[in-house]
């Protein structure tokens, strides 16, 4: 059933996809209905868009036109920005606003990890990077992670099959591993999912195709790929550490045991710690290795 309010066709319930312009000049199924209050000012270089297309239509000479829908697109990261009339927003309170959309939902986070032979003790792989958003001065606690490549035709608002994205991910998992982290022998069959795909903000994040997310993988190293860099504090030998990582800012990789690095994570007072997904990967693998009988709370 269609409801109208305000002359703006609203189905109820179904989500309200992000979608280009058609090439025949009609409006996306999201363009805000005029007498829809407004609750976000939108600026090019300082001037509100309702300026810019009030000249527009000057210089063109052609019909005044209400600002009533946005992107913002990346191709090159698989990436785009939509506002307009908010896919949350109900029949009887229509609201603007601004959402986020990731080609197959979102990218792949990896934790590596290596189990010492004789303690069974876990050592985590963790990365130090530069993030200024995050933090201006120092680095920040991280492990492998990216966006999904968008191939040169994909097309950023098209649903994958389940079976599609899942490859995606994986795919993306190994690049961003051996880009960031590891190089060495690491084969696509040595990931290993950890939990389901996760939205980062299911208010203004679109992960609605099905499988479709933020993907998190585990890989078990050899212990042979580390070498002890100072006591409790292991790195990876020779040869093995990629570099790639440094054009993202990606500083040191160091191996330490997982309670030392939960202690890294819960301390409110550490400005390094605080990365959504380097919590997320972390949490999710020590609950799977909880279920596995390892000892995780031992001290060192």
């Not at 492998?144 to 968008?150: A, E, I, L, V, W």
């Not at 599609?164 to 690049?175: D, F, K, N, S």
């Not at 499988?211 to 030998?237: H, M, Q």
């Not at 690095?261 to 819960?266: C, G, R, V």
Request: glycine content about 8%.
């Amino acid at each position: 059933m269609v409801q109208r309010y305000d002359g703006l066709a609203y189905t109820p319930g179904e989500r309200q996809a992000a979608a280009s312009m058609q090439s025949n000049g009609e409006d996306p199924s999201y363009a805000l209905d005029p007498l829809v209050a407004r609750d976000w000012e939108l600026r090019a270089n300082g001037i509100r868009l309702e300026e810019l297309l009030a000249a527009y239509a000057q210089q063109q000479g052609s019909e005044m036109q209400a600002l009533a829908w946005f992107t913002a697109t990346n191709a090159t990261i698989g990436i785009a920005f939509t506002y307009g009339l908010h896919p949350n927003a109900s029949a009887g309170r229509p609201y603007d606003g601004m959402w986020k959309r990731e080609y197959a939902g979102g990218g792949s986070v990896v934790v590596a990890y290596a189990e010492e032979p004789e303690t069974r003790q876990i050592y985590i792989g963790i990365l130090w990077q530069q993030r200024r958003l995050h933090h201006p001065t120092i680095p920040v606690l991280a492990v492998p992670r990216g966006y999904t490549p968008m191939p040169e035709r994909g097309e950023l608002f098209t649903r994958q099959s389940k079976e599609v994205v899942e490859h995606l991910h994986r795919q993306t998992a190994l690049l961003e591993l051996t880009e960031e982290m590891v190089k060495g022998a690491i084969r696509l069959e040595m990931l290993e999912p950890l939990g389901p795909p996760a939205t980062t903000n299911n208010a203004d994040v679109d992960t609605a195709g099905e499988g479709e997310g933020v993907y998190f993988y585990r890989i078990e190293l050899p212990w042979s790929y580390l070498e002890a860099e100072r006591p409790g504090t292991f790195r990876l030998k020779a040869g093995l550490e990629a570099k790639q990582g440094v054009m993202e800012g990606i500083l040191h990789c160091q191996f330490v045991p997982l309670p030392h690095a939960l202690e890294l994570l819960d301390d409110a007072d550490n400005p390094a710690a605080g990365c959504f997904f380097t919590e997320v990967a972390i949490g999710r693998l020590t609950r799977y290795l909880q279920r596995q009988g390892y000892p995780i709370l031992c001290t060192i």
